[in-house]
């Protein structure tokens, strides 16, 4: 599947960044190990993100904490917090603050305030973009209604028509959005970064954490003493005035002016070490990292990001960490002075919790980061659909009985196709609308009654005919067991009835078809099909031809490019020389193209690994690029700078 629409928005990003680089001749090493491409290319000279973002200010102040400040407009200030490390946790609260220890942090920059209503309307007002809540699940509503003596559960209650925008009480523009979704939060900071030029991403948790108590291990932003009324919005007097005392333990002796939330920066001496605020109070904050009770035990000492994301789950069950507490939520401090971990949400600035990331609270919002370690993800989406109107089927002879199904305009996978005395059996069935097409092709071939499908992947390129396809015959659909598990989420129609994880063989017309198991390349359920009579294999999206493109991995299903490498060299010596190569995408192919692509792989992959090796960021190694040898590449399916991020990513989870 193409990737690349996604990688698009994401690296324009980057590529908006790139004219604040300056070009050098290659004088720096990259350390003893050579590669022939090296001498191809030159290195831009290193630029810290904290001279990329003083570059783009409007203005550059130091605060009254002492900081470097930056106003890049429409209200996004962001204060500097230098490297260095700091002690992340506490002992005195809940288990999942344990064990404390030192993180070491690179430069950021972190947002002064939270992302305001005025500020998220301006997002929605230039996208047309629809939050997770307005999509139809809506929004958590806090009701102050205490259960029940003996009952479990928060007084907290889904509005169906509850919105950043509708959050059921006064809100101004000069306050914390909030009733937006992990997901939602990732979206803006996907068109923040366009707008800047700058990659915005979410704080990560120790970047959150660090910012709101500095390095002396302070309680709260302001110190170790209680909130009172000047520091901090929380569940004070005014909150119990409104919905009364509950589970929450709200200061009733407080009044910090506020039942709900208050306009951002009204607390100056609830400031963080570095001037920020709002970090205890007003809304909890999603931050970038997935929650896990047990990270600390085992996370990077350097730079952590959180857990890394499980494939194959869908949001709703990936939770996200949520930070600082809310006006919902407590101190975390008793009477006396001593931290009472139990309960949870406070205002503490160690306390954690999580959250699933596509959920909405009427207590829940963020704020933004700029650390040029990452760059800005758009959330997941479903998979982009290109225009399929006006495409037609072509119908290539392979070999012997074998057909090759093309789609016009690169826009499906291709299909195999076994036509003969026992009927029609095909590799794949592209999109559903393109059934029509198919079953119009297939008939051509006068090959009757259409008996086995076998899915090389679950991509929709791929697979989404199933439904139509199976439905319209007697045909059973065949596939990995893991593509099975992938579309669970679709209807029923679609699902493989037969599975696998080894190899499988169908003795059909006269021969034997093998579909052998390579996941772990393209995707977790990678599956070639080879026609051993009639010399012809399908590699599915381990490879595509005309080296026009670079090849997927689908990290977030499950691929990696190590592993495509390692298993076409698997795939090697099983296929003839003299065979007929069907890529995923792209014209009829051979064993030579083949050996083409894998040394490609091979090069890239061994390019990427060593500038990442020397300290590169991946900003830099896209900036580089990959050299003569590929300029010609790129400019189909996937484009050289989305391989490349393909490749760095894939060098921390390879094989
Ligand atoms: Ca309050
Ligand atoms: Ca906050
Ligand atoms: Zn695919």
Request: aromatic content about 12%; cysteine-free.
């Given at each position: 599947m193409r990737q690349q629409f996604r990688l698009v928005t994401v690296l324009g990003v980057v590529v908006a960044t790139l004219p604040a680089l300056k070009y050098a001749p290659s004088v720096e090493r990259v350390g003893s190990v050579e590669s022939a491409l090296e001498s191809a290319v030159s290195w831009p000279v290193r630029e810290s993100i904290v001279d990329r973002v003083l570059a783009a200010a409007k203005r550059t102040t130091t605060n009254t904490a002492g900081h470097r400040e930056v106003d890049l407009g429409e209200g996004h200030h962001f204060v500097l917090v230098p490297a260095g490390s700091f002690r992340m946790g506490s002992d005195e609260g809940l288990d999942d603050e344990r064990p404390t220890r030192d993180i070491e942090l690179d430069d950021y920059w972190i947002a002064k305030y939270p992302v305001t209503v005025g500020q998220f309307r301006a997002f929605v007002e230039?996208?047309?973009?629809?939050?997770?809540?307005?999509?139809?699940?809506?929004?958590?509503?806090?009701?102050?209604?205490v259960p029940e003596e003996g009952e479990r559960g928060d007084p907290w209650e889904p509005r169906l028509d509850g919105g950043w925008n509708n959050i059921y009480f006064e809100q101004g523009d000069d306050h914390p959005v909030g009733s937006v979704s992990w997901n939602d939060a990732q979206a803006f900071c996907a068109w923040l970064s366009s707008e800047l030029g700058l990659a915005v991403v979410l704080p990560t948790e120790a970047q959150w954490e660090k910012a709101a108590?500095?390095?002396?291990?302070?309680?709260?932003?302001?110190?170790?003493?209680?909130?009172?009324?000047?520091?901090?919005?929380?569940?004070?007097?005014?909150?119990?005035?409104?919905?009364?005392?509950?589970?929450?333990?709200?200061?009733?002796?407080?009044?910090?002016?506020?039942?709900?939330?208050?306009?951002?920066?009204?607390?100056?001496?609830?400031?963080?070490?570095?001037?920020?605020?709002?970090?205890?109070?007003?809304?909890?904050?999603?931050?970038?990292?997935?929650?896990?009770r047990g990270y600390y035990a085992g996370s990077p000492r350097r730079n952590p990001s959180g857990p890394e994301r499980p494939a194959g789950v869908a949001d709703a069950d990936i939770d996200r960490v949520n930070r600082g507490g809310s006006w919902v939520d407590w101190a975390g401090v008793d009477a006396d002075g001593r931290v009472a971990p139990e309960g949870g949400h406070s205002i503490r600035a160690a306390a954690r919790t999580g959250d699933e990331q596509n959920s909405s609270d009427d207590h829940m919002g963020f704020r933004i980061a700029i650390d040029g370690l990452r760059i800005a993800e758009a959330p997941s989406t479903a998979s982009q659909k290109p225009d399929l109107a006006g495409v037609e089927i072509v119908t290539h002879a392979v070999s012997g009985n074998i057909y090759m199904l093309e789609a016009t305009g690169d826009v499906a996978g291709n299909i195999a196709v076994s036509v003969g005395p026992d009927g029609i059996l095909v590799v794949d069935d592209q999109w559903a609308e393109l059934t029509r097409a198919i079953t119009k092709a297939l008939r051509a071939l006068d090959g009757g009654a259409l008996r086995f499908i076998i899915n090389t992947h679950h991509h929709d390129d791929h697979s989404d005919g199933n439904a139509n396809l199976a439905g319209g015959s007697d045909a059973l659909v065949v596939a990995h067991e893991r593509a099975r598990?992938?579309?669970?989420?679709?209807?029923?129609?679609?699902?493989?009835?037969?599975?696998?994880?080894?190899?499988?063989?169908?003795?059909?017309?006269?021969?034997?078809?093998?579909?052998?198991?390579?996941?772990?390349?393209?995707?977790?359920?990678?599956?070639?099909?080879?026609?051993?009579?009639?010399?012809?294999?399908?590699?599915?999206?381990?490879?595509?031809?005309?080296?026009?493109?670079?090849?997927?991995?689908?990290?977030?299903?499950?691929?990696?490019?190590?592993?495509?490498?390692?298993?076409?060299?698997?795939?090697l010596p099983m296929i003839p020389d003299d065979a007929a190569v069907i890529p995923g995408h792209g014209p009829l192919s051979g064993k030579a193209e083949l050996y083409r692509v894998r040394k490609m792989l091979d090069d890239t992959i061994n390019l990427v690994r060593i500038r990442k090796a020397a300290g590169r960021s991946l900003e830099e190694i896209i900036a580089a690029g990959l050299g003569r040898e590929y300029e010609g590449w790129g400019y189909g399916y996937m484009s050289a700078d989305g391989w490349i991020e393909m490749i760095y990513n894939s060098l921390d989870g390879g094989p």
């Open positions: 230039a996208t047309g973009y629809v939050t997770d809540a307005e999509s139809g699940q809506g929004s958590w509503q806090w009701t102050g209604e108590r500095g390095t002396e291990g302070r309680r709260f932003p302001w110190g170790n003493e209680a909130p009172d009324g000047r520091r901090a919005n929380y569940a004070d007097a005014n909150f119990v005035g409104k919905y009364g005392p509950h589970t929450r333990r709200p200061d009733a002796e407080v009044d910090d002016g506020y039942v709900e939330t208050s306009p951002v920066g009204a607390y100056d001496p609830g400031q963080s070490p570095y001037g920020i605020y709002d970090m205890a109070g007003n809304l909890g904050e999603w931050v970038y990292d997935i929650y896990d598990e992938r579309l669970l989420s679709k209807d029923s129609a679609h699902w493989p009835v037969i599975t696998f994880n080894e190899a499988l063989s169908l003795h059909f017309n006269g021969e034997e078809v093998r579909a052998l198991a390579i996941p772990g390349g393209h995707t977790d359920n990678d599956v070639v099909v080879f026609f051993t009579g009639s010399n012809v294999v399908h590699l599915g999206d381990l490879f595509n031809s005309g080296t026009s493109s670079f090849p997927t991995a689908d990290l977030q299903s499950g691929g990696n490019a190590l592993a495509m490498l390692a298993n076409l060299d698997a795939l």
